[in-house]
T-cell receptor, first 109, second 118 residues
Framework: QKEVEQDPGPLSVPEGAIVSLNCTYS??????FMWYRQYSRKGPELLMY????GNKEDGRFTAQVDKSSKYISLFIRDSQPSDSATYLC?????????FGKGTTLSVSS | EAQVTQNPRYLITVTGKKLTVTCSQN?????MSWYRQDPGLGLRQIYY???????DKGDVPEGYKVSRKEKRNFPLILESPSPNQTSLYFC?????????????????FGNGTRLTVT
C-alpha cells in the first residue's frame, strides 16, 4: 500500500461547479497536510497548509483533514477556468514530505 | 523577487555525457531538495540538504550526485546519464526555523528542468 493515494483523474467540470479533490494516507505519523497547485510548465506552488483535523478556508478554497479516517480533501467553490491545473496533496512528518501523484483538473467556460 | 532558479529549462543529451543542472535560491533557506516528476509516479525526492556541506539521499538517489558548498546553490550532477533519467526535475527550498514544526514549512519550487537522455 502506497503511503499517499490520490486519484489522478482527469477531472473535468463546468465553470461554477464545486470541486472535491481527495487523498488518503496510511501513515498515522503524518502531522502536516498541504495542497500544492501545479500549472503546466511550472513548479508546484503551495495552496493550502494545515496541521490539525478540521477545516481551513481561504477564499474559494477549503482544506479538510480527518485524521481518524486518514483522509484529506480540498474543495474549490465556484470553480474558474484559471483553476485548471494539477493538484498535489502532500504530507509531512519530521524531514520527510510525501506527495500524492496529483489530480489533473480542467474547468471549462 | 523571492525565487528558486533552475538552469537550463530544457536539456537534451546523450547517454553517458556528464551534465549538471544548477539550482539557486535567494531566500536564505537552509533546506534544499531535488525531485523528479514522472507520469504515473508523481514527485519523488532524489537528494536533499539541510545546510551547507550536509546532504542526504532521498527515495531515488541512484545515478545522481549533489553538492552544497554554498547556502544558495544546490547543483544536481548526472555523471553518466541514462535514458531512464529522462524526466522533469524540480529544485525546491524552504527555511528551517527553530521550534515546533521547524521541518514543515512549505517548499518553494523552481520551474523545472525537462531532461531528455537519448
Amino acid at each position: 500500500q502506497k503511503e499517499v493515494e490520490q486519484d489522478p483523474g482527469p477531472l473535468s467540470v463546468p465553470e461554477g461547479a464545486i470541486v472535491s479533490l481527495n487523498c488518503t494516507y496510511s501513515n498515522s505519523a503524518f502531522q502536516y497536510f498541504m495542497w500544492y497547485r501545479q500549472y503546466s510548465r511550472k513548479g508546484p506552488e503551495l495552496l493550502m497548509y494545515t496541521y490539525s483535523s478540521g477545516n481551513k478556508e481561504d477564499g474559494r478554497f477549503t482544506a479538510q483533514v480527518d485524521k481518524s479516517s486518514k483522509y484529506i480533501s480540498l474543495f474549490i467553490r465556484d470553480s474558474q477556468p484559471s483553476d485548471s491545473a494539477t493538484y498535489l496533496c502532500a504530507m509531512s512528518v519530521r524531514t520527510a514530505l510525501i506527495f500524492g501523484k496529483g489530480t489533473t483538473l480542467s474547468v471549462s467556460s | 523577487e523571492a525565487q528558486v532558479t533552475q538552469n537550463p529549462r530544457y536539456l537534451i543529451t546523450v547517454t553517458g555525457k556528464k551534465l549538471t543542472v544548477t539550482c539557486s535560491q535567494n531566500m536564505n533557506h537552509e533546506y534544499m531538495s531535488w525531485y523528479r516528476q514522472d507520469p504515473g509516479l508523481g514527485l519523488r525526492q532524489i537528494y536533499y540538504s539541510m545546510n551547507v556541506e550536509v546532504t542526504d539521499k532521498g527515495d531515488v538517489p541512484e545515478g545522481y550526485k549533489v553538492s552544497r558548498k554554498e547556502k544558495r546553490n544546490f547543483p544536481l550532477i548526472l555523471e553518466s546519464p541514462s535514458p531512464n533519467q529522462t524526466s522533469l526535475y524540480f529544485c525546491a527550498s524552504r527555511p528551517l526555523a527553530p521550534g515546533p514544526g521547524s521541518y514543515n514549512s512549505p517548499l518553494h519550487f523552481g520551474n523545472g528542468t525537462r531532461l531528455t537522455v537519448t
